[in-house]
């Protein structure tokens, strides 16, 4: 967090929650004069990560809902959130990948190449 992010959450900052991450989730205190709308915004507990947020909360950020948490209990069936890993060591990386020594099973004979004019 810059030190003008830190000066406008201090000064017009409202605490709404925070998530398991640890990141913490802020709103206006009293709407702007001639805005559309309370600004709401995070500050990530590490570095600044969009896909660290989760879903609960991405939809009050983009203003989908009003209550910052579902009202209901997450259901059984449902995962706990995990940010994007791609570009990093726990991406997926198929058989073959150049991390894994590029190496990948031959074709099977079932492919055939175009040639154009035949």
Do not use: C
């Amino acid at each position: 967090m810059d030190i003008g992010t830190w000066l406008f959450t201090k000064l017009k900052g409202r605490q709404v929650g925070r998530d398991d991450a640890g990141n913490i989730y802020y709103e206006e205190r009293r709407p702007r004069a001639g805005g559309p709308r309370i600004r709401r915004w995070v500050i990530y507990a590490g570095p600044p990560e969009a896909s660290e947020v989760p879903p609960e909360w991405h939809s009050w950020l983009h203003y989908t809902t009003d209550e910052p948490l579902p009202t209901e209990a997450r259901r059984p069936w449902q995962k706990p959130h995990q940010p994007n890993a791609t570009g990093t060591p726990l991406s997926y990386r198929p058989p073959g990948h150049d991390y894994s020594g590029g190496q990948r099973a031959r074709a099977t004979g079932d492919y055939e190449a175009w040639t154009p004019g035949s």
